[in-house]
T-cell receptor, first 114, second 115 residues
Framework: DTAVSQTPKYLVTQMGNDKSIKCEQN?????MYWYKQDSKKFLKIMFS???????INETVPNRFSPKSPDKAHLNLHINSLELGDSAVYFC?????????????FGNGTRLTVT | KQEVTQIPAALSVPEGENLVLNCSFTDSAIYNLQWFRQDPGKGLTSLLL?????REQTSGRLNASLDKSSGRSTLYIAASQPGDSATYLC??????????????FGTGTLLAVQP
């Protein structure tokens, strides 16, 4: 009955590879997010989709491409991985852009690029 | 540009103590402020959300206050327990553009409650 689930939990890969992280939520939310948490535990938003439409796109290299096939899924594809991409990536969801709708987070995907 | 800072970065207290975590933000034009808890290897759990028009919110042993004009919020934890050990993050919600808004997170406080 996990609310926001992302896979895989751990991902170890070499520089230059392409990888994807998947996220699914069963809360009936229509807005989903990808956050990156660096080694200093600082969380920063990368993307947000509302009803499959991109609404937030922070300054992120175009090697990162989110895809939302439906409002319950938001996947993150990363091309040509670099050492600096190593971080924990969190998926989250909320009820639209309702201001007092709290975000629900997945457990994170720890990406290590060697 | 909004900057959210949390002090202290780390805190260790004996079990049973009351404690206060601090969060400050530079731009007072926020919709609300949210406190989260993050356990190792886990995602974030929402603890309390305070609207910009509110002064405080309470949930069990937790009390969060907000002083928007001075750009400050505190999270008060009463009678701390070892199970409270985690990283605590505050986040402000503000306008991104058009009708869109986003959360901006603070730097976090790592709390250790010693049994």
């Amino acid at each position: 009955d996990t609310a926001v689930s992302q896979t895989p939990k751990y991902l170890v890969t070499q520089m230059g590879n392409d990888k994807s992280i998947k996220c699914e939520q069963n809360l009936g939310h229509d807005t989903m997010y990808w956050y990156k948490q660096d080694s200093k535990k600082f969380l920063k938003i990368m993307f947000s989709y509302n009803n499959k439409e991109l609404i937030i796109n922070e300054t992120v290299p175009n090697r990162f491409s989110p895809k939302s096939p439906d409002k319950a899924h938001l996947n993150l594809h990363i091309n040509s991985l670099e050492l600096g991409d190593s971080a924990v990536y969190f998926c989250a969801s909320s009820l639209g852009q309702v201001l007092d709708s709290p975000l629900h987070f997945g457990n994170g995907t720890r990406l290590t690029v060697t | 540009k909004q900057e959210v800072t949390q002090i202290p970065a780390a805190l260790s207290v004996p079990e049973g103590e009351n404690l206060v975590l601090n969060c400050s933000f530079t731009d007072s034009a926020i919709y609300n402020l949210q406190w989260f808890r993050q356990d190792p290897g886990k995602g974030l759990t929402s603890l309390l959300l305070i609207q910009s028009s509110q002064r405080e919110q309470t949930s069990g042993r937790l009390n969060a206050s907000l002083d928007k004009s001075s750009g400050r919020s505190t999270l008060y934890i009463a009678a701390s327990q070892p199970g409270d050990s985690a990283t605590y993050l505050c986040a402000v919600r503000q306008r991104y553009g058009g009708a869109t808004n986003k959360l901006i997170f603070g730097t976090g406080t790592l709390l250790a409650v010693q049994p």
